[in-house]
């Protein structure tokens, strides 16, 4: 029960926990006896509540999906939804923030926190991949289990196969267990996800929080936008922002520690986390190195650091540092040499979009264009933001207090929680490129990182609130004062949850056409078994985005990757009767593509996320308003020489294609006629049975 | 339990003293458990026993004083196990060899038995009295010095005295809550799965079958017998007609049309006669599927499917024959 001499200096006496009264004589200890049994009775129905409150708040997200599922967007799902949610989290931030809840309940309670709050994604698909980039990944992972290697290509997402760490582990456990790679993808995700809970925890010990307040930070973590969907999906993201986290908790202890205490063993995890960041995500792996050079200068600085063996401390947060940095430059460099240009894009253009938007040259991008979330789902998204604000400056003017009064004199810690405030900040500013069509992508991911900062400096000002709030003496004003607080965490639950992903990736529901999460039906299942059960994998194939996702992972076959030096839509753009580009055609023959797949679809449809294709589709093979460019187009394959129809079900047809289309000899126009009579065309017969 | 309470005490010095080789022993049991069928049972049985490689790895990095406990040690122990399990896949394909379940297991065994000899030699050294490390940290202690004091800013093992504090006496709290939190999880599910779903939306499709043909199908002199399929996966029975025809500037019709009705979830299996072809040019044909009293949601017409085909006759193509 020793508290660190940072914590003594944080927390108050009154957050001590409470001791057990030492009687000396039989009456005083009578009253001990009926003290402590009030107490149990209390703390049973306690806990009776509790458990009730969370096995309700599943129940009632139980409920949401199920409602969700037979509707395209029902208010009623999104209420059932967030009453669950609110079930789930507000009894348990409620025992964590009360200062009569022990250190090792506390501990529990986050421990169940990082379980239960995987419910929504558990409940989502515990089936099969549903979104866009776990396709990619069960491709990646089933390519290791069945060829033995490493780095097989993947055509849905190529940058992924150089970054194996995810699919390899799930490969490891699939071995070991038996599992199917579902199943041992879930495990593993459980375990990341509570682990991700836990991390923050120990990071906000580390950085000399008490538990109270690190358990707190801990639930205000999990208000990022990415915590219940994104970084619990199928994806290396999931695993390596856990271990970010972990591995900054081993960098923070090694700046911390002595020589000959541990330093070095703690230098050494640092290190091989480090590199497990590395192998997993490339974006996670530039971020660590960012976030430990963000450190390493605040330890350089001695308006911030100084202090006894500071010089040290300094040396060794810029050596761990440069370790990562020159570790994941050589993976770079040697093993993913396209992660640049595959990131660089997003910022690029983001920021390019930005400067054309506040020039006036272009528009803004539109926030909850087309998103299925109620009305007050999108304003808590904006009022998150707000009260995270709120809630950083609290926290800023609380450091600067601790600073004025001498409990955060000069030190590794003013340092650590500086560097730590300094990456939380940086959540505002990236707030803007939401505005912009390529940066929201990376806005959004980003948050997931910037929230560990922010998180840490939210979380001194959530427990003073909630202190200033219990202190109060007027009962009603603390009650009001209390409610208000809880009402500010609906809100940011709310918010930060509608600030991700949209609410087709979150619930359940009929098909929707262009929605990734909404678009595997069983009519494409079986399309893709009927094609692989006839002609066999790893064929190449054109096919729009939808489709080859299930093509490209299950199917198992080569899907074409359209850009704008392989513009696959042409194909389908051409008019009827008009030539398509030769160059094209050509391309297409000689890179092998044998077949040619169109949902009728795309003819009528606009799709949810806005592309048929990619992302980086040109506008003339974007939706134009409400009609879709491909309209009238798709009907031309059924007569066009080179293409034969050889399947079609009620939205999808497969084309075989005879390239090139130059030496393709053209059907005759007029059908063969009788040798009898010349003016009848042959007869044939037609047969069926059962 | 009074009974295991007398036995704890009796075991726990065993455990103690050779830890990492217990553990060891304990991962190569992972050899036995992959006789066991695939399932979550198996997956609980071998949960603990993947946990090693990750413990190993701590025990050898840290002292005994100064290695994090309960939950921290837990958390690295998960995380670091599954790093390891990817640094072995890693370790195999550089040296050329095929990650299989077996391949996996003796890497990711000589890592856990080197691991295991570091940790246990660090473990006896640091017994008291023994080793260089213990000697050097007695003297200290002898000076009176106590760590919190040589450094005041240090609070790394008042912060792991404080975690285990929270874990060795009560942790069993956080494992009850694990197991809570995971049965929440399964229950819901449970219930979820049990719960009426919509039925999934049927479909028709209409397709080739026989051996696939690259490019034109060459008709022999006395005629081919193209066969197709139709899989109805609809709930109702359905009416169809099914129609060939020669498709070009005017589709004139192939064979006779034939109307049939086909039940839920039913196969047909169909067959296109097409007759010997007069020269070496080459047709298309068509094969039409019809529903008599179903709509096609996007273009509100009759729901039709079809397939197509270019035929060529086995004579030689001649200049009559044009597109």
New interface residues.
């Given amino acids: 029960?020793?508290?660190?001499?940072?914590?003594r200096q944080l927390v108050s006496n009154s957050d001590r926990e409470p001791s057990v009264p030492n009687s000396r004589d039989t009456s005083r200890a009578r009253d001990a006896h009926h003290s402590r049994l009030a107490p149990n009775m209390s703390i049973y129905l306690l806990a009776a509540a509790f458990a009730v409150c969370?096995?309700a708040g599943?129940?009632a997200?139980?409920r949401a999906?199920?409602i969700a599922?037979?509707t395209v967007s029902s208010t009623s799902a999104f209420a059932w939804f967030w009453t669950g949610m609110l079930l789930v989290e507000l009894p348990l931030t409620g025992l964590i923030a009360r200062r009569a809840t022990s250190?090792?309940?506390r501990?529990?309670?986050i421990?169940?926190?990082?379980?239960?709050s995987?419910?929504p994604k558990?409940?989502r698909n515990?089936a099969s991949p549903i979104y866009h980039d776990e396709y990619a990944h069960w491709l990646a992972t089933y390519e290791?289990l069945t060829?033995?290697?490493?780095?097989q290509p993947n055509t849905l997402i190529p940058i992924i196969s150089r970054y194996?760490?995810?699919h390899?582990?799930t490969?490891?456990?699939v071995?070991?267990?038996?599992?199917t790679i579902w199943?041992?993808a879930t495990?593993?995700l459980?375990?990341f996800h509570?682990?991700l809970v836990?991390?923050i925890a120990?990071l906000a010990?580390?950085l000399?929080f008490n538990?109270r307040m690190a358990s707190l930070i801990a639930i205000l973590y999990a208000l990022n936008s990415s915590f219940l969907y994104f970084d619990t999906q199928y994806a290396y993201e999931s695993?390596a922002i856990?271990?970010l986290v972990?591995t900054l908790?081993?960098y923070v202890?090694a700046i911390?520690?002595?020589p000959g205490?541990?330093q070095a063993?703690w230098s050494?995890?640092t290190v091989?986390?480090s590199?497990?960041t590395v192998?997993?995500h490339h974006l996670s792996a530039l971020t660590l190195a960012l976030i430990m050079a963000l450190v390493a200068l605040a330890m350089s600085l001695p308006w911030l650091a100084r202090?006894?063996?500071w010089g040290r401390a300094a040396g060794l947060a810029w050596g761990l540092t440069l370790t990562t940095t020159l570790i994941a430059g050589a993976w770079f460099h040697f093993v993913a040499p396209t992660t640049l240009s595959y990131l660089s894009p997003y910022l690029g253009e983001g920021f390019s979009e930005l400067m054309q938007a506040a020039e006036g040259s272009g528009g803004a991008r539109q926030l909850f264009g087309a998103s299925l979330s109620p009305w007050w789902e999108q304003k808590a998204a904006y009022a998150v933001t707000v009260l995270a604000l709120f809630l950083a400056v609290a926290g800023l003017l609380l450091i600067r207090a601790w600073i004025r009064d001498g409990r955060l004199p000069p030190?590794?810690?003013r340092a650590l929680l500086f560097a730590f405030a300094v990456l939380g900040l940086v959540y505002f500013p990236s707030t803007v490129f939401i505005l912009s069509a390529s940066g929201a992508e990376g806005a959004r991911r980003s948050w997931a990182f910037s929230w560990i900062g922010l998180s840490m400096l939210a979380g001194p000002a959530a427990v003073w609130l909630i202190d200033w709030a219990g202190r109060s003496t007027h009962r009603y004003r603390r009650v009001g004062l209390r409610a208000g607080l809880f009402a500010a965490l609906v809100i940011a639950l709310i918010g930060g949850t509608a600030a991700g992903l949209e609410a087709a990736y979150r619930f359940p529901g009929?098909?929707l056409y262009g929605s990734d999460a909404r678009s595997v039906?069983?009519?494409l299942l079986?399309?893709s078994q009927?094609f692989s059960a006839?002609?066999g994998t790893g064929n190449s194939i054109v096919a729009d985005r939808y489709t080859g996702l299930v093509f490209g992972s299950f199917g198992l076959q080569k899907i074409a990757a359209s850009s704008a030096g392989f513009p696959v839509y042409d194909l389908y753009l051409a008019k009827t009767g008009s030539t398509i580009d030769s160059v094209l055609l050509d391309d297409l023959k000689l890179s092998g593509y044998d077949y040619l797949i169109v949902d009728?679809?795309m003819?009528?449809d606009v799709p949810e996320l806005g592309v048929y294709f990619t992302p980086n589709d040109p506008a003339s093979a974007r939706p134009q308003g409400n009609q879709s460019p491909f309209y009238g187009r798709l009907s031309k394959f059924?007569?066009i020489?080179w293409a034969?129809?050889?399947?079609?079900?009620?939205?999808y047809s497969?084309y075989?294609l005879?390239l090139p289309a130059s030496s393709q000899?053209?059907?005759?126009?007029?059908?063969?006629?009788s040798?009898g009579d010349g003016r009848k065309?042959?007869?044939?017969?037609?047969?069926?049975?059962? | 339990m009074t009974k295991a309470r007398r036995v704890l005490p009796q075991v726990k010095p065993f455990w103690l003293l050779a830890w990492p080789v217990w553990a060891l022993l304990l991962f190569t049991n992972?050899a036995i458990?992959?006789f066991?069928?695939?399932?979550?049972t198996?997956?609980a049985v071998?949960?603990p026993?993947?946990m090693v490689p990750g413990s190993l790895?701590?025990g050898a990095?840290?002292?005994q004083r100064?290695?994090p406990h309960?939950?921290?040690f837990a958390?690295?122990a998960?995380?670091?196990s599954?790093?390891l399990?990817?640094?072995?896949?890693?370790a195999l394909?550089v040296i050329g060899v095929?990650?299989?379940?077996a391949s996996?297991?003796w890497c990711?065994l000589a890592v856990s038995a080197v691991l295991a000899i570091v940790a246990e030699a660090r473990l006896l050294l640091e017994r008291p009295g023994k080793g260089r490390r213990a000697i050097r940290r007695l003297e200290v202690r002898d000076s009176g010095q106590s760590?919190?004091n040589?450094?005041?800013?240090?609070?790394?093992?008042?912060?792991d005295?404080?975690?285990s504090?929270?874990?060795r006496?009560?942790?069993f709290?956080?494992v009850?809550?694990?197991v809570?939190?995971?049965s929440?999880?399964a229950?819901?599910?449970f219930?979820?799965?049990r719960?009426p779903?919509?039925t999934?939306?049927?479909?028709?499709?209409?397709?080739?079958a026989g051996p696939?043909v690259?490019?034109?199908i060459p008709i022999g002199s006395a005629?081919t017998k193209l066969s197709f399929q139709?899989?109805h996966?609809q709930p109702q029975t359905t009416t169809f007609q099914?129609?060939?025809a020669?498709?070009?500037?005017s589709s004139?019709?192939?064979?006779?049309?034939?109307t049939?009705t086909?039940g839920p979830n039913?196969?047909?299996?169909?067959?296109?006669?097409?007759?010997p072809?007069?020269?070496g040019?080459?047709?298309?044909i068509?094969?039409s599927l019809t529903a008599a009293r179903q709509v096609?949601p996007?273009t509100q017409k009759t729901?039709t499917?079809?397939?197509?085909?270019?035929v060529r006759g086995k004579a030689r193509?001649s200049k009559t024959?044009?597109?």
């Fill in positions: 029960m020793t508290a660190t001499p940072y914590e969370e096995v599943v129940a997200v139980v999906y199920q599922q037979s250190r090792n309940m501990i529990a309670l421990t169940f926190y990082g379980f239960v995987y419910a558990l409940l515990p290791i060829t033995g290697k490493l780095f194996p760490g995810l390899a582990a490969a490891a456990l071995h070991a267990t038996g599992l199943s041992a495990l593993l459980i375990l509570a682990t836990l991390g120990a010990q580390a000399g538990n695993m856990t271990l972990w908790v081993a202890r911390r520690s002595q205490q541990g063993a050494v995890l091989v986390l590199v497990g192998i997993t202090g006894a063996g030190g590794r810690r009929p098909f039906t069983p009519e079986a399309t009927w006839r002609f009728a679809r003819a009528v059924n007569t020489d034969v129809k050889v399947f079609q079900s009620d939205n497969v075989r005879n000899v053209s059907y005759q126009q007029q059908p063969p006629t040798p065309a042959l007869q044939g017969n037609l047969t069926v049975t059962p | 992972l458990v992959r066991l069928p695939g399932s979550y198996r997956a071998a949960a026993i993947l790895t701590l990095l840290f002292s100064h290695r309960g939950l921290v958390g690295y998960a995380l670091l599954v790093v399990s990817a640094f072995a896949s890693l394909y095929l990650i299989t379940a996996t297991f990711l760590d919190a040589a450094d005041t800013e240090d609070a790394d093992d008042a912060e005295a404080d975690t504090a929270a874990t006496g009560p942790g709290y956080s009850i809550a694990a809570a939190g995971a929440l999880l229950g819901g599910l219930v979820y799965d719960l779903h919509p999934p939306v049927g479909y028709t499709w209409l397709a080739w696939p690259q490019g034109d005629g139709i899989v996966h099914l129609s060939a020669w498709l070009g500037a004139l019709p192939l064979a006779k049309p034939l049939f086909v039913q196969i047909f299996h169909g067959a296109l006669f097409v007759p072809l007069p020269n040019c080459t047709y298309r068509v094969v096609d996007l729901q499917w079809s397939i197509n085909a270019d193509s024959c044009k597109g």
